[in-house]
């Protein structure tokens, strides 16, 4: 019965700016390309086609991505933007543990973001903006210091630290921390 089923849309994604490699800074070949679904505020899946990109000088495999996506993130950045910023009365229609863990998220790798923005602001000559490293501000305060607090300011967060080669991916939803601390006392 899968022959009824109505495809969804598909949306080909293609830069107009031409980006040079994150690892070493040359240019990329289009090899091929693959589909990547998320989810929008409005609970539907889109999906996207991505080109597949190989770095001619080190063979890596990059993949274009959107302002509007998050790497390893089933739903679309302005969704999560949303249940971060108004966690209490978000209309994102997402549990209630999904909410607590976008937050934990954005809290947890605030300080890195705001190194690495640093970072790459210093590689190209600007001074940085460094928020005040008191404790009682929260994260979205501090990172709003840097990126501004307007809408897509997460878009603005990620798009430079994953050009940069710098975006770490998140632990698995399947390593419980009790598995999680066993590998580390392995290593």
């Known amino acids: 019965m899968s022959w009824l089923r109505t495809p969804s849309p598909e949306f080909s994604v293609r830069s107009a700016e031409s980006v040079p490699s994150p690892c070493c800074g040359e240019r990329l070949k289009?090899?091929?390309?693959?589909?990547?679904?998320?989810?929008?505020?409005?609970?539907?899946?889109?999906?996207?086609?991505?080109?597949?990109?190989?770095?001619?000088?080190?063979?890596?495999?990059?993949?274009?991505?959107?302002?509007?996506?998050?790497?390893?993130?089933r739903y679309d950045a302005e969704s999560i933007e949303k249940a971060v910023m108004n966690l209490a009365t978000t209309d994102v229609p997402v549990d209630e543990s999904t909410l607590h863990r976008w937050n934990s998220w954005v809290h947890t790798l605030a300080p890195y973001w705001l190194g690495c923005l640093a970072s790459i602001a210093r590689r190209y000559g600007q001074d940085p903006?460094?928020?005040?490293?008191?404790?009682?501000?929260?994260?979205?305060?501090?990172?709003?210091?840097?990126?501004?607090?307007?809408?897509?300011?997460?878009?603005?967060?990620?798009?430079?630290?994953?050009?940069?080669n710098l975006w770490i991916h998140t632990r698995s939803a399947f390593l419980s921390e009790h598995s999680s601390d066993k590998l580390m006392e392995e290593s």
Not at 34 to 49: F, G, M, P
Not at 143 to 161: K, Y
Request: positive net charge; proline residues 6%; aromatic residues 4%.
């Open 30 to 73: 289009v090899i091929g390309s693959r589909l990547r679904c998320y989810i929008n505020n409005a609970s539907e899946s889109v999906k996207l086609k991505f080109r597949r990109l190989r770095c001619i000088q080190c063979d890596r495999i990059h993949h274009e991505l959107p302002d509007l996506l998050v790497p390893y993130k």
């Open 129 to 164: 903006v460094i928020p005040s490293s008191k404790d009682s501000q929260p994260a979205l305060h501090r990172i709003g210091q840097v990126v501004g607090n307007a809408i897509h300011w997460l878009a603005r967060v990620v798009r430079p630290i994953t050009n940069m």
